[in-house]
């Protein structure tokens, strides 16, 4: 496809339950961020990729919180015993240039933990 | 990372020009500062960048000053579908990875 393609876009997952959320990014791109974003409020940083180097993960709020992007294409944020504080919209973006301040951003996973 | 501070809500009518300034004190030499939109239920969206004066696409319009302390996104002759909210955001091109949105400005357009 074009743009950046996440899946599941909805999730809901019992309290306890380990999810795994995909991104696919624009083919070629560098950069992939993951951002979290709570109803309301502006998206925060996660964690960033520049291929498949995981630069910066100073943003996940905790170790249950894991990403990877073993190939350097397709990436996989890991949540496990999830809680409620986790539900909220988790977005991916990725950009040609290494940093990246002009990202194309995919629609979001919407994940409802209950 | 430099912080930004944009107002929370503006209200506009259909056919306005409306202007979102965005303050940004402590900009560093380095930084670009981007704007982008969000609507509900979908992923932001890139509408702009610039370094400094003035910037136009066939979105938007970027006026930024001589001191780069702030930046105003101006939007030509609004329709309802710019009902959004728009983030502006200031970083390194290069290593801006660590991207702060804020809470963006809520712009109601009315008809």
């Known amino acids: 496809g074009a743009g950046v393609s996440q899946s599941p876009r909805y999730k809901v997952a019992k309290r306890g339950q380990d999810v795994a959320l995909r991104c696919d990014p624009i083919s070629g791109h560098v950069s992939l961020f993951w951002y979290q974003q709570a109803l309301g409020q502006g998206p925060e940083f996660l964690t960033y990729f520049q291929n498949e180097a995981q630069l910066d993960k100073s943003g996940l709020p905790s170790d249950r919180f894991f990403a990877e992007r073993p190939e350097g294409s397709v990436s996989t944020l890991k949540i496990q015993r999830t809680q409620q504080e986790d539900s909220a919209v988790y977005l991916c973006?990725?950009?040609?240039?290494?940093?990246?301040?002009?990202?194309?951003f995919g629609q979001g996973t919407r994940l409802t933990v209950v | 990372l430099a912080k930004t501070t944009q107002p929370i809500s503006m209200d506009s009518y259909e056919g306005q020009e409306v202007n979102i300034t965005c303050s940004h004190n402590?900009?560093?030499?380095?930084?670009?500062i981007t704007w982008y939109q969000q609507f509900p239920s979908q992923g932001p969206r890139f509408i702009i960048q610039g370094y400094k004066t003035k910037v136009t696409n066939e979105v938007a319009s970027l006026f930024i000053p001589a001191d780069r302390k702030s930046s105003t996104l101006s939007l030509p002759r609004v329709s309802l579908s710019d009902t959004a909210v728009y983030y502006c955001?200031?970083?390194?091109?290069?290593?801006?990875?660590?991207?702060?949105f804020g809470a963006g400005t809520r712009l109601f357009v009315k008809a």
């Open positions: 973006a990725s950009s040609p240039r290494e940093g990246g301040t002009e990202a194309f």
């Open positions: 955001l200031v970083g390194d091109r290069g290593g801006g990875f660590k991207t702060i």
């Open positions: 402590n900009i560093a030499t380095n930084d670009y």
